[in-house]
């Protein structure tokens, strides 16, 4: 009797989520897995450059690192991360400092640095080197059509595909969420972030900031050859202006509102700016098709949980549909999708919350911040409680 070969499975979007999640799969017991890219990923010589692989820098937290250990990358990400051992998290013009750090949490580094370059060059190199895994970049999905059991997708190149499932991982816009019926609700914050590089006149030490400013949330987290990644948010006029900024003007006000103990900035790099709107797609699973990454949640950039919080659901999904001979039926889905629901509420709530807290400006508020930071500060187990869910442990 021969046996019968399942179609593959079918991810849509080759950025962070996409990329891994292929890997991912084929850990898990998964056969054949096909990954659309709308952007050219030839076999990486160098770093990628593609709309997730860009010129941010992405904070893994220790929950992700494991992760990528346990697919054997995690040694080429540290070659080129710098590691956090301690987070500063504090408020312009207040008291109340409250810090995390890897000694008091039992475990070698709260979490690593990595510039998404370099993580799309592992991730890409990995995905290459599996025979089982094929890309299809630049391609593009223009027809969709629901079949018994699955989809039959027709690609901008002409191919047609078959697949028990399909994957969106096709960004906060996706349209292949949009093929399959689901809808998403949008907030626009009405802030944007900016993104640089800074270099130091002293080594940071492994420390991250996190500083709430009147503005907006500001973060500075480290990276190798004494630099900074600097997420710095506002309200998008006040945006506009920065980036209209020279870079001595720009450095000037950017040193009004760093931490006083944080190492000495000498020069920023090329800033990019990143509007600052969230998605909520109404719906994760549906029959034979699941919506992961940006295109399920686009949270706030405030505390670097995005990729963090998808890789979770990444390594749920793929140990709950790799194995499985029907990794398309429903009820495997959707005992994905609410095995995720808590842990998806509990930080998207978070990050939506934690900016808008510490932007109100009356005094009750002032001062509960105030307390809510001396607090976190006095009592260890408060603070190991957030530290090990925002490390993913
Ligand atoms: C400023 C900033 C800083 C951040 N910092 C952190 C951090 O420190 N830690 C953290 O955990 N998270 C962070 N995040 C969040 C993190 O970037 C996201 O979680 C991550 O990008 C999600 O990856 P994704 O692959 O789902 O989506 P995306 O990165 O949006 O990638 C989508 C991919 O799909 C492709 N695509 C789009 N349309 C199509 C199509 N029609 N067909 C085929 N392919 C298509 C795109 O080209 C792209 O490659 C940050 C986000 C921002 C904006």
């Known amino acids: 009797m021969t046996e019968q070969r399942q179609d593959p499975i079918l991810i849509v979007g080759g950025g962070m989520a996409g990329a891994l999640l292929a890997l991912l799969l084929r850990h898990h017991g998964a056969g054949a897995v096909t990954l659309v890219e709308a952007h050219p990923l030839t076999l990486p010589d160098s770093p990628p450059l593609t709309p997730s692989f860009d010129a941010r820098s992405t904070a893994l937290s220790a929950g992700t690192l494991g992760v990528l250990d346990e697919l054997g990358l995690g040694a080429a990400i540290r070659e080129h991360a710098a590691a956090i051992d301690t987070v500063h998290v504090s408020r312009q013009s207040r008291l109340g400092l409250t810090r995390m750090q890897a000694v008091e949490e039992g475990v070698p580094q709260l979490g690593a640095v990595v510039e998404n370059r370099w993580l799309g060059f592992v991730l890409l190199r990995a995905l290459y080197a599996d025979d089982a895994i094929t890309v299809k970049a630049p391609e593009h999905l ?3 059509r629901r079949l018994e059991a699955g989809y039959q997708v027709t ?3 002409g191919d047609t595909l078959t697949t028990p499932l399909l994957i969106a991982a096709d960004g906060a816009r996706s349209r292949t969420r949009e093929w399959l019926g689901i809808s998403a609700r949008d907030t626009d914050t009405g802030h944007d972030a900016i993104i640089a590089n800074l270099s130091l006149a002293a080594p940071h030490q492994g420390v991250a900031y996190e500083r709430f400013l009147n503005d907006g949330p500001l973060a500075l987290l480290p990276l190798p050859d004494q630099r900074y990644a600097l997420v710095w948010t506002g309200p998008r006029e006040q945006v506009e202006q920065w980036l209209a900024m020279d870079d001595a003007t720009l450095l000037t006000q950017l040193r009004e509102r760093l931490p006083a103990d944080a190492p000495p900035v000498t020069a920023i790099g090329e ?3 990143y509007p600052l709107v969230l998605t909520h797609a109404c719906a994760q699973a549906v029959p034979h098709a699941v919506v992961v990454g940006n295109a399920a949640h ?3 950039p405030v505390a670097g949980q995005g ?12 140990s709950t549909v790799g194995p499985s001979a029907t990794p398309g039926k429903l009820s495997v889905l959707q005992q994905y999708a609410r095995g995720r629901e808590q842990d998806q509420a509990l930080i998207s709530q978070a990050s939506r919350w934690v900016p808008e807290l510490f932007r109100v400006q009356q005094p009750l508020f002032a001062h509960s911040r105030q307390l809510g930071l001396v607090a976190l500060d006095i009592l ?9 869910r925002a490390m993913g442990l």
């Open 142 to 144: 223009s027809g969709v």
């Open 155 to 157: 690609l901008s190149g």
């Open 271 to 273: 800033r990019q700016r």
């Open 298 to 300: 686009t949270l706030h």
């Open 307 to 318: 990729f963090n919080l998808t890789v979770r659901d990444l390594l749920a999904l793929a």
């Open 380 to 388: 260890p187990g408060l603070r190991s409680g957030f530290a090990r």
